[in-house]
């Protein structure tokens, strides 16, 4: 009966490393659902510094490169799979038929265990070398986008914040062999946290769920458990009303940049 369904999801399953909520459809009453799950870490300083962040970047991007085959089939089916950067960690995505989400969820957590960037030092390059370029055309945007992303630094604290200056420096100077670093010393410290959506029963997202943290917990050894208080945290700087802030910043091409926020 889709009237007596829950409106808000619920929490249905949770461990000392992973929470899971659960929202049954009760408006489209079709025959999909829709996963989301993050993988929170702050292994190497992620969620505070520059470095670690970009190399997260790179490593989500040269994954996604690994997936070709992977995102085909899903596609083929009628699946959409997305593995998403995150200041704090990556986020999984899945939507499509509800008969099919536990079956390619448990195969992408298991493509993210066994996956090993030695064998993909030539996407590494080409990546690297793309993100910079865009980077560095960063001052090319008209002025409005650029104040955007000086309005986030500003008034953001934590995550990926940083200027693309910062960006730049510390992409120039990673490597593939830092890149294979991060990869082996990263997910040693993690949280999950997941939202299931649609026409999967509840037995089913608290199976799925127990198999996505039996795989990360063994994607490095036993692993730890991230704390919910050390999750990687993005503060939005709380402004005074009727005030006006003046921020400046000089870019390397000599040029000022000013946002004007109220």
């Not at 009727?242 to 000013?258: A, C, I, L, M, R």
Request: hydrophobic share 35%.
């Amino acid at each position: 009966n889709f009237n007596n369904l829950p409106r808000f999801p619920e929490k249905v399953y949770q461990t000392e490393k992973m929470d899971v909520y659960y929202k049954q459809d009760n408006t489209f009453k079709t025959p999909k659902a829709s996963m989301y799950v993050k993988m929170y870490s702050n292994d190497l300083g992620l969620g505070t510094e520059v470095r670690p962040y970009m190399l997260l970047d790179l490593w989500v991007n040269t994954f996604n490169e690994s997936l070709r085959e992977m995102l085909y089939l899903a596609s083929a089916a009628s699946l959409s799979v997305n593995v998403m950067m995150d200041p704090s960690g990556p986020e999984i995505v899945i939507s499509g038929f509800n008969d099919s989400i536990d079956k390619i969820s448990v195969a992408l957590f298991e493509k993210i265990r066994d996956f090993n960037p030695l064998a993909m030092k030539e996407q590494f390059v080409h990546l690297r070398e793309q993100h910079l370029k865009d980077l560095r055309n960063f001052y090319k945007n008209q002025p409005y986008q650029q104040a955007y992303t000086f309005t986030s630094c500003m008034l953001k604290k934590g995550g990926g914040n940083f200027l693309p200056e910062e960006e730049i420096d510390a992409l120039e100077n990673i490597t593939f062999e830092d890149l294979v670093h991060f990869h082996e010393n990263f997910f040693k410290t993690t949280r999950l946290e997941g939202l299931f959506i649609g026409n999967m029963t509840k037995d089913q997202v608290v199976h799925v769920s127990e198999n996505i943290e039996k795989i990360v917990s063994t994607m490095r050894g036993e692993g730890n458990v991230l704390l919910r208080e050390d999750i990687p945290e993005v503060r939005v700087v709380n402004l005074k009303s009727n005030t006006t802030w003046f921020f400046e910043h000089v870019s390397k091409n000599s040029e000022v940049q000013h946002v004007v926020p109220n």
